[in-house]
Nanobody, 115 residues
Framework: QVQLVESGGGLVQPGGSLRLSCAASGTIIRLNPMGWYRQAPGKQRELVAGISSGRTTNYADSVKGRFSISEDNAKNTVYLQMNSLKPEDTAVYYC?????????WGQGTQVTVSS
């Protein structure tokens, strides 16, 4: 059974940084595409950053230059480093993956950017 567990969210002031973690079990992340999404209240879930099966990365325009996705294969964990955070980055952040044709989501972690 594939499980994704996010952590690292919290309250941060504008301009601050956070690093989110997504620990995977039941699958090997380096074999799968991995992504970070976010959903703000009243809005649709949107892709923030992703790593393709070929290990290329992509980012939403709104976070380019501020966020960075990476992976630690030894820990089977994907990270989202978020710098220069803005109030509009406030959302629940989810990681996802596809494994053997099935789509999996984590439970999400809340990020709140506020002074």
């Amino acid at each position: 059974q594939v499980q994704l567990v996010e952590s690292g969210g919290g309250l941060v002031q504008p301009g601050g940084s956070l690093r989110l973690s997504c620990a995977a079990s039941g699958t090997i992340i380096r074999l799968n595409p991995m992504g970070w999404y976010r959903q703000a209240p009243g809005k649709q879930r949107e892709l923030v950053a992703g790593i393709s099966s070929g290990r290329t990365t992509n980012y939403a325009d709104s976070v380019k230059g501020r966020f960075s996705i990476s992976e630690d294969n030894a820990k089977n964990t994907v990270y989202l480093q978020m710098n220069s955070l803005k109030p509009e980055d406030t959302a629940v952040y989810y990681c996802d993956t596809w494994s053997l044709g099935r789509h999996y989501w984590g439970q999400g972690t809340q990020v709140t950017v506020s002074s």
